[in-house]
């Protein structure tokens, strides 16, 4: 796009052709230059201020003339100067804020002279904190912004007074004259105009409500009274003075009251009808004020595709995710857009078009206002002098030579927004018997009107629903969400794009969650999300379980890119840490909220590797991958995040590491898998020992303590030196020596086969190295191979006697031929031919270890592929079989030639 300064090549500054700036250096031209050079801010604001309190001017006016050099300021550095939207807004932002701080330290002191400072209940100072809603609040105000304000004070009570008790009155009392001086300070209009338009009504009950409020009463609104659309408008509050609270961080107590109301704890759906409602209420208002009146149909805030509809649009998806996703906590639009691409809330072509579009449709508004000061966003009419070519002067400060070009940008703008917005709250997509004769919506079925369409046993469980005490309970638009999805359920069994089972496992699901009305919302309003759901329940019965205990994960069917990631643990532990952060900048950061974090971001990576999974996109490998990698992750920043907050902490990073061991080890974990840790440490320090034993005990009570969100896992440290009797931590040299045999306490046999699953899991590689040195010395050990068969066998029939069969069953793991002895026969071959055989050393799994085998010529040929292919089959089978929740015992000639192949392994290793 060409620059400003070009549009017109040898024309005077666009800057002075603005009737407004015109105004302004006629009447100030003396005090023009008290504003020092650059952007306006609270400093050059305060130098501004002085020098003309200097001059004579009282507070009113001193604050009036300072905001008129502001303007003529901001109208140069945009139109002549071309300076980014935020100089613009921010300088803006920053005269609010400095107006307001003056004016409350005014009104304040000329109270303190006739009632004595308001008191709370410890005699100390009860404080007036101004909060700037919308705009104000996110620092994005524009030139002729009013400013929407509510007044909050601490503590209830009563001012000082004089001598004995005279003049006092309440805190209550107190703060509303407060709040009516400000606003003649501020608001009114005197021959220097006004500093800012101040506008109340978002207070609790409006217009109708007091000027001030207590914190306390601000908390009962908010829990009695609060609205749907209030929570937007909260969203971007912030404390905007005095600066003093700002600074000495007492105005932080109105984000705990502030924070529940506006972000819920679970996904929010919900909201979606009412912001429908809100901004169908803008619309028809602005059609109203159009009727008639064509020029006002073009106003690039309210119409469509207008900057409301950008707002709208990034503060839906922020008040629906902020409760679980903190990171979309923040109040400019622009930086939203960027926090809600991150987060794969939108893709990052859509949130650079909205960004663009947003940075041009307020930079239009700012010139619209420049040309009279008005509070308009109505584009002028015409190209030519019908319009004093006002058109063309906005046109031309927008870097085109006329209007044409410009007004296309401005169209393209206008419809990207308008096709998001109705992409995203255009609707649910109706069912067919949801529509009325004309295809508008019609009232919503009964219950037991849509009893005839469902099959038999979902007609049962359909029919008791009616009189079901937690249906009774719900709210009118609840229930209609229900029955509507109901009859789309209906329609799809109709049509067999789901399945019995997944209706009635939806109904299983759903029935325990009536009460969280956002999950019938979420259905509603996500048709796409509602069929993936019944096909995720049709295709096991795990999953169902699953969602019943996590039923926020829900949410994950929502994204495009489900089928096609795949885990990224460094984008996990990113992720997750940023969401740390933006709790710490609230001051939520206990240990609570953190471990509440860990688990829904673990449950939704779980979840979308079991939807992976059912779908048929992962192998069974693959998914033993993710789950590893994912509980990989988890150890990482939980361990990371308890060495942060151990108390014991005597060095800024822990020397420790985890060594993962059976499933965990071999990257072999399944849904539910419990993990086999051992935890060592290397640290000559006096402190370590106390140090690191309080530090694993930490890590634990954080991975296993069940929560409002669950639990990640349990943990089993049986293998450490010493089993259930032996330390949680040991020094590495104490692991080594009983490991290697040093001494009287050492590992015995079945010890060492658990070795060959071992795996560093977590700590710097310093250690890493060391173990992975021991595990190799342990595994290539020198051994009398013939007592180890003795007891590797021993040891198999212990197990298998711990594990009795029925007749006529084949145990997938257990039985003579299944994955057990595959195991146990792998162990041998490492543990045996490894010395020999490097190529056996690596850690790299049961399949491709015997493949290395047959290779190597430990095997004969076909024997170490054949009971790969088999031992791959069978843990199919039972990775299936623990979806359905299914037993792994099945019928003896079902897998009969994989019980073979292992078989003839199990003989050629063992001579048995």
């Known amino acids: 796009?060409?620059?400003?300064?070009?549009?017109?090549?040898?024309?005077?500054?666009?800057?002075?052709?603005?009737?407004?700036?015109?105004?302004?250096?006629?009447?100030?031209?003396?005090?023009?230059?008290?504003?020092?050079?650059?952007?306006?801010?609270?400093?050059?604001?305060?130098?501004?201020?002085?020098?003309?309190?200097?001059?004579?001017?009282?507070?009113?006016?001193?604050?009036?003339?300072?905001?008129?050099?502001?303007?003529?300021?901001?109208?140069?550095?945009?139109?002549?100067?071309?300076?980014?939207?935020?100089?613009?807004?921010?300088?803006?932002?920053?005269?609010?804020?400095?107006?307001?701080?003056?004016?409350?330290?005014?009104?304040?002191?000329?109270?303190?002279?006739?009632?004595?400072?308001?008191?709370?209940?410890?005699?100390?100072?009860?404080?007036?904190?101004?909060v700037g809603m919308g705009k104000l609040g996110a620092r994005e105000l524009n030139v002729s912004s009013d400013i929407d304000l509510v007044y909050i004070y601490d503590e209830d009570g009563e001012t000082a007074g004089y001598g004995e008790g005279r003049n006092r009155i309440s805190n209550h009392e107190y703060f509303a004259k407060a709040v009516k001086a400000i606003f003649g300070l501020i608001g009114d209009v005197t021959e220097h105009g006004f500093v800012f338009r101040v506008d109340l009504a978002l207070r609790p009950n409006g217009n109708s409500g007091p000027p001030a409020v207590s914190l306390g009463a601000l908390e009962d609104y908010f829990q009695v009274q609060g609205r749907e659309w209030e929570r937007f408008a909260w969203m971007k509050s912030r404390v905007v003075a005095p600066r003093s609270c700002i600074e000495d961080g007492g105005a932080q107590a109105l984000r705990g009251a502030v924070l529940p109301f506006v972000f819920r704890r679970y996904l929010d759906y919900a909201v979606?009808?009412?912001?429908?409602?809100?901004?169908?209420?803008?619309?028809?208002?602005?059609?109203?004020?159009?009727?008639?009146?064509?020029?006002?149909?073009?106003?690039?805030?309210?119409?469509?595709?207008?900057?409301?509809?950008?707002?709208?649009?990034?503060?839906?998806?922020?008040?629906?995710?902020?409760?679980?996703?903190?990171e979309?906590?923040?109040?400019?639009?622009?930086?939203?857009?960027?926090?809600?691409?991150?987060?794969?809330?939108?893709?990052?072509?859509?949130?650079?078009?909205?960004?663009?579009?947003?940075?041009?449709?307020?930079?239009?508004?700012?010139?619209?206002?420049?040309?009279?000061?008005?509070?308009?966003?109505?584009?002028?009419?015409?190209?030519?002098?019908?319009?004093?070519?006002?058109?063309?002067?906005?046109?031309?400060?927008?870097?085109?030579?006329?209007?044409?070009?410009?007004?296309?940008?401005?169209?393209?703008?206008?419809?990207?927004?308008?096709?998001?917005?109705?992409?995203?709250?255009?609707?649910?997509?109706?069912?067919?018997?949801?529509?009325?004769?004309?295809?508008?919506?019609?009232?919503?079925?009964?219950?037991?009107?849509?009893?005839?369409?469902l099959p038999a046993q979902l007609q049962q469980r359909i029919h008791r629903w009616a009189a079901h005490p937690r249906v009774m309970a719900l709210r009118e638009d609840a229930r209609q969400r229900l029955s509507r999805l109901v009859a789309r359920t209906a329609q799809w069994l109709q049509e067999g794009r789901v399945s019995e089972e997944a209706a009635l496992r939806m109904v299983d699901w759903i029935e325990p969650l009536l009460r969280r009305e956002s999950y019938l919302a979420l259905l509603w309003e996500r048709p796409g999300v509602h069929e993936r759901l019944l096909r995720l329940l049709g295709a096991a019965r795990w999953p169902a379980r699953y969602l019943i205990q996590h039923p926020g994960v829900i949410d994950e069917l929502a994204s495009e890119g489900l089928l096609t990631e795949r885990f990224n643990a460094q984008e996990f532990e990113r992720e997750l840490e940023h969401r740390k952060r933006s709790v710490q900048i609230t001051g939520e950061d206990d240990?609570?909220?953190?471990?509440?974090?860990?688990?829904?971001?673990?449950?939704?990576?779980?979840?979308?590797?079991?939807?992976?999974?059912?779908?048929?996109?992962?192998?069974?490998?693959?998914?033993?991958?993710?789950?590893?990698?994912?509980?990989?992750?988890?150890?990482?920043?939980?361990?990371?995040?308890?060495?942060?907050?151990?108390?014991?902490?005597?060095?800024?990073?822990?020397?420790?590491?985890?060594?993962?061991?059976?499933?965990?080890?071999?990257?072999?974990?399944?849904?539910?898998?419990?993990?086999?840790?051992?935890?060592?440490?290397?640290?000559?320090?006096e402190r370590a020992p106390e140090a690191y034993a309080a530090f694993v005990r930490k890590i634990i009570i954080w991975l296993s303590t069940k929560t409002g969100e669950g639990d990640l896992f349990e943990i089993d440290t049986a293998l450490r030196p010493n089993g259930s009797s032996g330390l949680l931590i040991t020094t590495f040299r104490a692991y080594e020596d009983y490991q290697l045999r040093r001494g009287s306490n050492t590992a015995w046999t079945w010890e060492h086969q658990a070795m060959t699953r071992a795996r560093f899991v977590n700590g710097p590689e310093a250690l890493q190295d060391k173990f992975d040195a021991v595990r190799q010395s342990v595994i290539t050990a020198p051994r009398d191979v013939a007592a180890l068969q003795r007891e590797i066998v021993a040891m198999r029939e212990r197990v298998r006697s711990a594990h009795p069969v029925r007749a006529g069953r084949f145990d997938l793991k257990h039985s003579a031929g299944g994955m057990v002895d595959a195991e146990f026969a792998v162990q041998f071959l490492v543990l045996?031919?490894?010395?020999?055989?490097?190529?056996?050393?690596?850690?790299?799994?049961?399949?491709?270890?015997?493949?290395?085998?047959?290779?190597?010529?430990?095997?004969?040929?076909?024997?170490?592929?054949?009971?790969?292919?088999?031992y791959r089959e069978l843990r199919r089978h039972q990775h299936h079989a623990r979806l359905n929740e299914e037993t792994t015992q099945v019928p003896q000639e079902l897998l009969a030639a994989e019980r073979e192949a292992i078989l003839a392994l199990w003989r050629h290793v063992f001579g048995a």
């Open 832 to 870: 045996s031919e490894s010395a020999r055989h490097p190529e056996l050393i690596p850690n790299v799994g049961n399949i491709a270890l015997l493949q290395r085998a047959e290779a190597a010529g430990l095997l004969p040929a076909g024997v170490g592929q054949g009971a790969a292919a088999a």
């Open 328 to 453: 979309l906590r923040t109040r400019p639009t622009l930086q939203a857009l960027q926090r809600l691409s991150v987060a794969g809330l939108m893709s990052e072509a859509t949130a650079g078009a909205l960004a663009r579009a947003y940075i041009f449709l307020r930079r239009v508004e700012h010139r619209i206002q420049y040309l009279d000061d008005q509070q308009t966003h109505v584009l002028p009419m015409g190209c030519r002098n019908d319009d004093d070519g006002d058109l063309t002067w906005i046109a031309q400060t927008m870097g085109y030579a006329d209007c044409c070009p410009f007004l296309h940008e401005l169209d393209g703008h206008r419809e990207l927004v308008a096709e998001e917005f109705d992409k995203l709250l255009g609707g649910s997509q109706e069912c067919r018997s949801c529509k009325g004769p004309n295809g508008g919506p019609k009232p919503p079925p009964d219950l037991n009107d849509l009893l005839e369409q």
């Open 591 to 685: 240990d609570e909220m953190l471990l509440n974090l860990l688990r829904r971001a673990h449950h939704a990576e779980l979840f979308r590797t079991l939807a992976r999974d059912v779908e048929g996109v992962l192998t069974v490998e693959q998914v033993a991958d993710e789950l590893s990698a994912l509980a990989d992750a988890t150890l990482n920043i939980t361990a990371r995040w308890c060495w942060q907050r151990l108390k014991q902490r005597h060095r800024e990073t822990p020397n420790f590491a985890v060594i993962g061991y059976g499933k965990l080890g071999g990257k072999e974990l399944g849904y539910g898998s419990d993990l086999d840790i051992v935890f060592v440490y290397e640290d000559e320090d």
């Open 1 to 130: 796009m060409p620059g400003a300064a070009d549009a017109v090549s040898g024309s005077e500054p666009l800057s002075g052709q603005s009737r407004f700036v015109q105004r302004l250096r006629r009447r100030y031209a003396g005090e023009l230059a008290l504003l020092p050079p650059g952007p306006p801010s609270h400093a050059t604001l305060g130098l501004a201020y002085e020098a003309l309190r200097s001059r004579g001017h009282d507070v009113p006016s001193a604050l009036r003339v300072l905001r008129q050099l502001v303007m003529e300021r901001l109208v140069v550095l945009d139109c002549d100067r071309e300076a980014p939207l935020e100089v613009v807004t921010g300088a803006v932002t920053e005269l609010a804020e400095f107006a307001l701080d003056v004016a409350c330290r005014h009104a304040c002191a000329d109270l303190d002279e006739a009632y004595g400072a308001p008191l709370r209940a410890d005699g100390r100072r009860s404080q007036l904190w101004i």
């Open 272 to 326: 979606f009808d009412s912001l429908r409602t809100l901004h169908r209420q803008i619309r028809e208002h602005a059609a109203r004020r159009a009727a008639g009146r064509p020029e006002r149909a073009n106003d690039v805030k309210l119409s469509r595709g207008g900057i409301r509809e950008i707002e709208f649009t990034v503060q839906l998806l922020q008040v629906v995710r902020g409760g679980t996703f903190p």
